[in-house]
């Protein structure tokens, strides 16, 4: 009997320090997605001065659309009516975000654009409230009031003058539209397949930003090998890569400390946007942190419900 208790304790440990080393490479790799994609504000950055934007989003879209359906392509034959209906609904955000986004990165900096853009940590319990009827921890208040305090002190230069321009207003417009994404996806994946939902979404929006050249007026000019270079980096990279991993490493640990995580984006923003020589005024800096410490809260806050 105590050979037998020893052994099922031994197996027991083992598999419990194998769970633990495999949740502690899961996290490695989605802090080095937000790696990827603290990167890609500077990167879409000058990649909108060589070509204009929402051509600039046709090409990364189109690039991550084909490379789902070619990675994915035995699970989209079985795509059903629901998966395209919820997906184009999805899409519409994620278009939406990626659009405002990539417009605003015109007007102001990387590191501002990197932290405004993590303010959907906060906004996510507040939307779902009306969206899911979920109620946030009373922990999750307070970090949107840190949050709400830092965006306020990141618009203010060291004058002490109120800097918060057209730029700053279209990348927090890109920060609902990344709550709202996250929350109609919390409502409509558990009922599709999310490869699948997936790549509806990333193909919504390819096709809403090829759209929008043609509303927009933009010229169609073969956009130069630097511009491709970044396009495809994104495409492959920081979207069709991005998102299979995140539906890979989220069956093994929960959204919440996936969130955690992803609150990291905006610090590497910030740093990319500081290596290339971008500044921050004293205040814009207190607030970074402050919007910082709101969405860590917030995560918090949603793991203690």
Known sequence: MTIELELENSIGTTSGLAGFWRKIRWDALLVFLTVIWGSTFLLVQNSIKLVEPFSFLSMRFTIATLALAIIFRKRIVRITRRELVTGSIIGVFVFSAFALQTVGLQFTTTSKAGFITGLYVPLVPVM???LLRHFPAPLIWVGVFFSTLGMGLLSINDNFNLDFGMGELLVLGCAVACALHIVTVSKFAP???AINLTTVQIGVTALLS???VLISGEPWVI???PAWGSALFMGLIATA???SVMNRAQQFISSTR???IYALEPA?????GVL???TLSLPAMLGCLLIFAGMVVSGIGESSK
């Open 210 to 212: 090829l759209a929008s």
């Open 223 to 225: 956009a130069p090998a």
């Open 191 to 193: 009922q599709a397949d």
């Open 276 to 278: 290339a020589g971008e």
């Open 241 to 243: 890569f991005a998102l």
């Open 268 to 272: 590497w923003a910030g740093l990319f």
């Open 128 to 130: 779902a409230i009306f």
């Open 258 to 260: 996936a969130t955690l």
